[in-house]
């Protein structure tokens, strides 16, 4: 039986899990926040959408199967599956999670970078490091999962992110 802690971080990690497929799925249909708000006659608000997507806020199943038909999905393509332990970032139908090793990523050299790119990576780090029991120093290895949540919000695959990455000066993990 879990702790309290454990339930939370299971409930918190399960909100971004779905999150990151409720953007996935805006994304591929090339929606941006505002463009929900304004074909749904405000049905979702881009700021309450934009919460759910960050995991912020945990959508109702009913309004989890409303914004499913909104965006013309079955419910459950919005849902991760149920895992036992740890969850683990999400991976989606169309992008499936190579057998790739991970990346280590160079947090200083992190820091020093200014791209959009470069924030949205500072963040997802800053998150799994949050998520992680010994996440200090100044290298942090992201998995393939991790890859994979990524390239979602990123809207590229996980081999493209990983050159992107590799591009950046990060190295390929000597484990995934």
């Known amino acids: 039986m879990g702790s309290a802690v454990d339930d939370e971080y299971q409930d ?14 805006r994304r591929q249909r090339r929606l941006s926040l505002n463009d929900v708000e304004a074909e749904s006659t405000k049905e979702f608000k881009a700021s309450v959408l934009g919460a759910y997507e960050r995991g912020d806020r945990a959508i109702s199943v009913q309004r989890l ?47 020093s970078l200014s791209s959009h790119e470069a924030t949205i990576l500072r963040r997802y780090v800053a998150m799994i490091r949050a998520q992680r029991i010994n996440a200090v120093g100044v290298e942090m290895t992201m998995r393939r999962e ?4 990524l390239a ?25």
Request: proline share 10%; glycine share 6%.
């Open 12 to 25: 918190q990690t399960y909100a971004l899990q779905v999150g990151l497929r409720l953007r996935a799925i």
């Open 65 to 111: 199967q409303r914004l499913a038909s909104f965006y013309s999905v079955p419910v459950d393509s919005l849902l991760p599956p149920i895992t036992t332990g740890r969850p683990t970032a999400p991976t989606f139908p169309t992008q499936p999670v190579p057998r790739a090793r991970g990346i280590t990523i160079d947090l200083v050299r992190l820091e």
């Open 146 to 149: 991790d890859l994979a949540a």
């Open 152 to 176: 979602a919000l990123l809207e590229g695959d996980v081999d493209d992110i990983r050159a992107r990455l590799e591009d950046l000066g990060h190295q390929p993990a000597k484990i995934s």
